[in-house]
C-alpha cells in the first residue's frame, strides 16, 4: 500500500475499509470549547472531522485554528478551504501552516457566494477555482514547489479531496467535472448530502462506466433530516440540494416529535443502501448542529467499531 | 460599450448645492444609449436642479452643455469656453469623462453624475447587461464564447460550481448560470470535449490586480 501522507484517512481508503468522516462548524466567537467538545462527541465513531471555512459565508473561528485545536486533542481533521476570501499567496501561506501543525487532509471548494451570508458587501477573491487549489496542494506536495515556481525545502504532506454535487446543472457534466477534479489530482471526495438516491445511482453508474471509481474514493454526503420543516428548507433555499417530495410526504407522515427519529432512520437506510455499491468508499455525514447524532447513525448503519489504523 | 446609471438625485444634489454656478455636461456616446448620460439626460438634470435650488432657495446659475466624448482631447473644442468660465462641472460621462475633464480642468470642481456600472451590451430595448471585466487576457475562444470573468457570480475558470440550478446561478434566479451557457455553446459546437480540459490558473497582472493599465501605440 503506497501512501503519499501520514493521513489516517489516506490509510483507512487504501486499506480497502469504508470510511466513515463527518463535520463540525467553528464557533462565531474566540471561544474554542463548543468546537472541541463537538470533536470529542463523534471521535470514537469517525475517521476524521471536517472544519467547516466560514461555510454559508457567515464569519466564524477559522478553519485551521480550530483544526489545531482537534489535532492537539488527538482528532484527526480535514481542513476545508474555500477559495473566495483567500488569494494564492494566501491560500498556499495557510497549506503550509497547516502542515506545520501535522494536519494531513485538506478538502479544496469554491465556497458559497458571500451573497449568502453576513457580510453581503465583502468582495470575493476568486483568484483560482477550486480545480486549480486541488491543482495548487498537490503541486506543492509533489513537485515541491509554490506556484510561482520556488522550491519548497519541506513540501506539506496532506491528502487532498474534493466536493462533487450530482444534483446541481447541468446533469451531463457532473461526471465529466468529477474527471477533472481527478485529472487536477483529487484523491477523495465528499458529496453533497444525498436524499435523491436515484439520480445519486444515476450519476455513480456514470462514475464506475468511466472507471473514475478505481482513481479516487468517494464518500456519499449524509445528512439526517431534523423535521419536515428543515426538509422543506433545505429543498427551498439551499442552492444545489435535491430533496425529494417522497422524503418530505414521509417525514410529514409521522407525528412532529417522532420526526428527527424518522430523519435518522431515513439517513442510516440511505447508508445501507448505498454501502453495497461499486464506487462508495465510505460516507461523509454531516449532521449539521446536531453532532450527538453521528455515533446513533454510525452503529445503526453498522459502521462501528471503527477499524484501527497504524 | 460602458454603462452607466444616473445616481439618485439627492446625492447629486448634496454634491453640488454649495456652488454658485454649475455646468451639467453630457456625454453622447456610449453612455446616452443607455439614456442616463447623453446631451438630452444633462438638460433635464439641469432642469431639475434648477427647480430644486428655487424649492431649497439657493441660489445657483445652472447650465447646460455637453459633448460627444469626454474621453478624448479633440471633442472639446466646441465646449471650451463654457467650461473655462464654469465654477463648477457636474459630468454625465463614465468615471472616465469625469476623470478626463478634471485632468483639463485642474482648478475647477467636478462631481461624477453617474456611476459607472458596467461594460455591456443591449440584448434588448431599454436592457443592458454585463458581458467583460475587461480582465486582459481574454479566454471567450476555450469558453464558446462566454465570459467567465463578468458573467459568472465567482468567476470561475472550472465551473460550474455546486449551485447550478434549472440554468440559474445560486444567487438569484434571475441571473443566469454562466457555465450553463458554456456548457451549452460548446455542446452546439461539438466540442463538449473539451469541457474536461483544465483552465490554467489565471494571470491577474494583466487585470487591475496589476495596477493602470495603458498601451501607446508606436509612431503616433
Redesign the interface.
Given at each position: 500500500m503506497e501512501l503519499n501522507t501520514d493521513s489516517k484517512l489516506e490509510k483507512i481508503l487504501k486499506a480497502g475499509h469504508l470510511a466513515v468522516t463527518s463535520e463540525c462548524g467553528p464557533p462565531r466567537s474566540s471561544d474554542p470549547a463548543g468546537i472541541i467538545k463537538k470533536g470529542h462527541l463523534i471521535k470514537d465513531h469517525v475517521d476524521c472531522i471536517n472544519i467547516t471555512d466560514n461555510q454559508t459565508s457567515v464569519t466564524r473561528l477559522c478553519s485551521l485554528a480550530a483544526c489545531i485545536h482537534l489535532k492537539r486533542e488527538g482528532l484527526e481533521p480535514v481542513l476545508q478551504m474555500v477559495v473566495?476570501d483567500r488569494n494564492?499567496i494566501a491560500l498556499q501561506s495557510d497549506i503550509l501552516g497547516a502542515a506545520s501543525f501535522g494536519i494531513s487532509n485538506v478538502l479544496c471548494l469554491?465556497?458559497?457566494?458571500q451573497?449568502?451570508g453576513d457580510h453581503p458587501k465583502a468582495q470575493?477573491v476568486?483568484?483560482?477555482?477550486?480545480?486549480?487549489l486541488i491543482?495548487?496542494v498537490r503541486h506543492m506536495r509533489d513537485e515541491g514547489r509554490f506556484?510561482g515556481g520556488d522550491e519548497i525545502k519541506v513540501p506539506p504532506r496532506l491528502f487532498v479531496g474534493a466536493?462533487?454535487?450530482p444534483f446541481?446543472?447541468?446533469f451531463?457534466?457532473r461526471v465529466?467535472?468529477l474527471?477533472?477534479k481527478i485529472?487536477?489530482g483529487a484523491e477523495f471526495i465528499q458529496t453533497?448530502c444525498v436524499y435523491n438516491l436515484e439520480k445519486f445511482e444515476l450519476w455513480l453508474q456514470g462514475v464506475v462506466d468511466r472507471g473514475l471509481h478505481e482513481k479516487v474514493f468517494i464518500l456519499p454526503g449524509i445528512t439526517p433530516m431534523r423535521s419536515v420543516g428543515m426538509a422543506k428548507y433545505m429543498a427551498r433555499a439551499v442552492?444545489?440540494m435535491d430533496v425529494p417530495a417522497d422524503l418530505i410526504k414521509r417525514l410529514s407522515g409521522v407525528p412532529k416529535e417522532k420526526q428527527s427519529e424518522e430523519g435518522i432512520t431515513i439517513a442510516v437506510e440511505a447508508i445501507q443502501r448505498l454501502k453495497e455499491l461499486p464506487g462508495v468508499h465510505g460516507f461523509h455525514i454531516m449532521a449539521i448542529e446536531w453532532e450527538e447524532k453521528v455515533p446513533e447513525i454510525v452503529e445503526r448503519a453498522g459502521l462501528y467499531p471503527r477499524p484501527q489504523v497504524a | 460599450m460602458i454603462v452607466g446609471e444616473q445616481k439618485p438625485f439627492d446625492e447629486i444634489w448634496e454634491m453640488v448645492k454649495g456652488h454658485r454656478q454649475l455646468t451639467v455636461f453630457g456625454c453622447n456616446t456610449c453612455v446616452a444609449v443607455c439614456h442616463q448620460g447623453g446631451n438630452k439626460e444633462a438638460e433635464i438634470l439641469a432642469s431639475l436642479l434648477r427647480m430644486r435650488a428655487v424649492q431649497e432657495e439657493v441660489t445657483i446659475e445652472v447650465v447646460h452643455g455637453g459633448i460627444e466624448r469626454q474621453c478624448e482631447h479633440p471633442f472639446f473644442e466646441s465646449a471650451q469656453e463654457q467650461l473655462v468660465a464654469s465654477e463648477a462641472v457636474l459630468s454625465l460621462a463614465c468615471g472616465i469623462g469625469v476623470q478626463f475633464v478634471a485632468g483639463k480642468y485642474p482648478s475647477t470642481p467636478v462631481y461624477p453624475a453617474l456611476n459607472t456600472t458596467f461594460l455591456g451590451d443591449v440584448p434588448a430595448d431599454g436592457l443592458f447587461t454585463e458581458k467583460c471585466q475587461a480582465c486582459g487576457d481574454c479566454v471567450l475562444g476555450v469558453t464558446g464564447g462566454v465570459c467567465p470573468v463578468s458573467r459568472c457570480?465567482?468567476?470561475?475558470?472550472?465551473?460550474?460550481?455546486?449551485?447550478?440550478?434549472?440554468?440559474k446561478c445560486?444567487?438569484s434566479k434571475e441571473i443566469d448560470?454562466a457555465w450553463?451557457l458554456v456548457?451549452?455553446r460548446l455542446e452546439a459546437l461539438g466540442k463538449?470535449d473539451d469541457?474536461?480540459k483544465?483552465?490554467?490558473?489565471?494571470d491577474?497582472s494583466k487585470d487591475r490586480a496589476g495596477g493602470p493599465r495603458s498601451f501607446k501605440l508606436e509612431g503616433f
Open positions: 473566495r494564492r469554491s465556497g458559497d457566494h451573497s449568502f470575493n476568486f483568484d483560482i477555482d477550486s480545480m486549480q491543482q495548487t506556484l466536493a462533487a454535487n446541481a446543472d447541468p451531463k457534466i465529466p467535472r474527471a477533472k485529472a487536477a453533497q442552492p444545489g | 457570480c465567482k468567476r470561475l475558470f472550472n465551473g460550474p460550481c455546486g449551485g447550478s440550478a434549472n440554468g445560486e444567487i448560470c450553463q456548457v451549452d463538449l469541457y474536461e483544465i483552465a490554467p490558473i489565471k491577474w
